[in-house]
C-alpha cells in the first residue's frame, strides 16, 4: 500500500505545484481580457466623438458655404438670375446630400435646425425671384436677395450658434 502510494507523490507533488500557477495563469488571461475590453470600448467612444467633431465641423461649414453673402460671389455675373437661383439651389442640395450622414452624429434639434435654415435659404431665392422685376440684372438680384436676408433674422449664424452650444455641452460632458 505504501508503494502504490509512493508511486503516486511525485503526480501528486507536480499536482499541487501546477495548480496554483493554473489559477494565476487564468486570473491573468481574465484580466488581460477585461482590460482589453474596456480599451475597444474606449476606442469606439473616441471614434465616436471624432465623428461627432467632424460632422459639427462639416455642418458648420456648409452653412457657412450657403450663407447669401458667400452665395452671391459663387457663379459667374452674366447669368440671369433665374439661372443662379437654379445653379444655387443645385449646389445647396448637392452639398447638403453630400453632408446627409451626418444627422447620425447631432441631436435631432439639431439637424432640423439645419433643414430649416437650407429650406429657408432656398425659399428666400425664390421669394426674391418672384418680387423682382423679369428685366433686372443679376447684380440687381443678388443686392435684392441680401437685403431680404438681412431685413429677416439671421438664421443660419443663429443655426450655427446652435451648432456651437451643442459641440461644447458634448465636449465637456465627455
Known amino acids: 500500500m505504501v508503494s502504490e502510494i509512493e508511486n503516486y507523490l511525485p503526480y501528486a507533488f507536480a499536482l499541487i505545484i501546477a495548480v496554483p500557477f493554473l489559477i494565476l495563469l487564468r486570473q491573468l ?21 471624432e465623428g461627432r467633431t467632424q460632422a459639427f465641423e462639416r455642418m458648420t461649414l456648409f452653412l457657412e458655404r450657403i450663407k447669401p453673402s458667400n452665395l452671391v460671389s459663387r457663379f459667374d455675373s452674366s447669368l440671369a438670375p433665374h439661372e443662379f437661383v437654379f445653379l444655387t439651389e ?42 423682382i422685376s423679369e428685366k433686372s440684372t443679376l447684380e440687381e438680384y443678388k443686392t435684392v436677395f ?16 446652435g451648432i456651437k452650444k451643442e459641440f461644447l455641452v458634448l465636449s465637456i460632458n465627455n
Open 29 to 49: 488571461v481574465h484580466s488581460f481580457a477585461v482590460l482589453k475590453e474596456k480599451e475597444l470600448k474606449l476606442m469606439a467612444a473616441g471614434r465616436l466623438q
Open 90 to 131: 443645385k449646389s445647396i442640395s448637392e452639398e447638403f446630400e453630400y453632408n446627409a450622414s451626418q444627422q447620425l452624429y447631432i441631436s435631432q434639434n439639431t439637424w432640423q435646425n439645419i433643414l430649416q435654415s437650407r429650406d429657408k435659404l432656398v425659399k428666400l431665392l425664390h421669394t426674391t425671384l418672384e418680387n
Open 146 to 161: 441680401l437685403m431680404n436676408y438681412i431685413n429677416e433674422r439671421e438664421f443660419i449664424t443663429e443655426t450655427q450658434n
